[in-house]
Structure formats: structure tokens, C-alpha cells
């Protein structure tokens, strides 16, 4: 009996934890994208597929010579650079990484990939 009891305070504790815990999770704030322009498939497949799509296109590109396709990296960080930082990984708002340090993800593609946006270079702001 003082066991069941008990168990019935830990699930009732718990209930709550779990109320509280999902009531305070705070979600990412995902800088728009540059006015006017629709991303390379429909938002949803993005947020799901992204990274296959990078990979793909990259195997494309390095084993297959094709250049300025669709799901091409430089592409993505010309309309998803910060008006602010002009780049998708430079601060912790910036796109990439404003979804990346929410969902504990850490990608390496910075360190030999520019963060920047090409327009950046040309002064040609959005
Ligand atoms: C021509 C401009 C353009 C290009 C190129 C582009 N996007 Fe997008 N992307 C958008 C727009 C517009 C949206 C819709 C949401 C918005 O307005 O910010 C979006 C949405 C997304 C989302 C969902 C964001 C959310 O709010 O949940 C992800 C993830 C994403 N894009 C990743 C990428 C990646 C990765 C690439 C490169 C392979 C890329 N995009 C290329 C314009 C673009
Ligand atoms: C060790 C350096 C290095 C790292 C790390 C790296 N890349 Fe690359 N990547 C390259 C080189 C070099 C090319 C070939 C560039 C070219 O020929 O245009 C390339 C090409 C690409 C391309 C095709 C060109 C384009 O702009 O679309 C994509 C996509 C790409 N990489 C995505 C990624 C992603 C995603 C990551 C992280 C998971 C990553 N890369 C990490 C060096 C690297
Ligand atoms: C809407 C949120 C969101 C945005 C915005 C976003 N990502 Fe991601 N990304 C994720 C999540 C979540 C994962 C982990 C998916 C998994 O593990 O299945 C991920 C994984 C990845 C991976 C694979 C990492 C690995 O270890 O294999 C790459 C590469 C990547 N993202 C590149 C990018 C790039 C480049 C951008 C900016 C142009 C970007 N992502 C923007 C949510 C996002």
C-alpha cells in the first residue's frame, strides 16, 4: 500500500516536470529569409532534409564537376545571411546556427566554406 502510494507521487511529480519543462522551452528564432524569394524546395522538406540535400549536392559537385545547382551551400547563404552580420554563421542568431545550438547540432562546413554572403562582397544589399 505505501508502495503504491508511493509510485502515485512520483507519476504526479513527474506530470508536472514534464508541464513545466515544455511550457519553458524556448524556440529558435529563425531570422527570415530575403524578401521576395521562395527556398530551393518547400520550407517543411527543408527543415527535414537539408543536410541530405547539402551532401548530395556536394558529392555532385567534388565527384561530379556540377556547379551552381540548385541545392548549392552558396545559395543557401545568399538569402538566409543575417541583414546584420551578412553571414548564416557568425553570431549565435544567425540561421544556421540560431537552429543548430537549439537542436545541440555542430557542423564543420564553416571552417573551409565562407559563412558570408557573396552580395556581401559586391556592397549589393538586400
Ligand atoms: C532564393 C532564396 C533561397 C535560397 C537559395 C534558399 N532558401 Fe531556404 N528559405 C527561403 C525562404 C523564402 C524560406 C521561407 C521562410 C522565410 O521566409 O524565411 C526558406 C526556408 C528555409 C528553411 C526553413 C526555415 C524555418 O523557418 O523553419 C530552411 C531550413 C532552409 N530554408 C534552408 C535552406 C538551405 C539549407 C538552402 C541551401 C541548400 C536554402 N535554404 C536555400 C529562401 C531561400
Ligand atoms: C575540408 C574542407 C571542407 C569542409 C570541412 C567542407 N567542405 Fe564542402 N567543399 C569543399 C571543397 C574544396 C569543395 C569544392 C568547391 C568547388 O569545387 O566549387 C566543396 C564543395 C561543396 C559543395 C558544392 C558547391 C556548393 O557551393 O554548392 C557543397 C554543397 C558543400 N561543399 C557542402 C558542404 C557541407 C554541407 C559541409 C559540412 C557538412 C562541407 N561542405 C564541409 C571543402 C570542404
Ligand atoms: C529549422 C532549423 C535548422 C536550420 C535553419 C538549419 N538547420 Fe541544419 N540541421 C537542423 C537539424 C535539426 C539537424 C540535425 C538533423 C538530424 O540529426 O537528423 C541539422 C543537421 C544539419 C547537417 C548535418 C549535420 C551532421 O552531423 O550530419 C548539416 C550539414 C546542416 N544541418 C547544414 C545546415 C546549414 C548549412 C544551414 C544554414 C544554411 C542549416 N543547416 C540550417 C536544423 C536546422
Known amino acids: ?23 519553458r522551452t524556448p524556440l529558435p528564432v529563425i531570422e527570415r529569409a530575403a524578401a521576395g ?21 556536394r558529392d555532385d559537385t567534388v565527384h561530379g564537376g556540377i556547379r551552381g545547382a540548385k541545392h548549392s551551400l552558396k545559395g543557401c547563404i545568399d538569402c538566409h545571411a543575417s541583414r546584420a552580420t551578412m553571414s548564416v554563421a557568425k553570431a549565435p542568431g544567425d540561421f544556421c546556427i540560431a537552429c543548430h545550438s537549439y537542436a545541440a547540432v555542430k557542423i564543420d562546413c564553416f571552417e573551409c566554406h565562407s559563412s558570408k554572403s557573396r552580395l556581401a562582397a559586391t556592397g549589393a544589399l538586400r
Open 1 to 23: 500500500m505505501r508502495q503504491a502510494l508511493a509510485l502515485i507521487v512520483l507519476l504526479a511529480a513527474g506530470a508536472v516536470c514534464a508541464a513545466e519543462g515544455s511550457g
Open 37 to 57: 524569394t521562395q527556398c530551393v524546395e518547400p520550407p517543411e522538406t527543408m527543415r527535414r532534409s537539408h543536410m541530405d540535400l547539402l551532401k548530395h549536392q
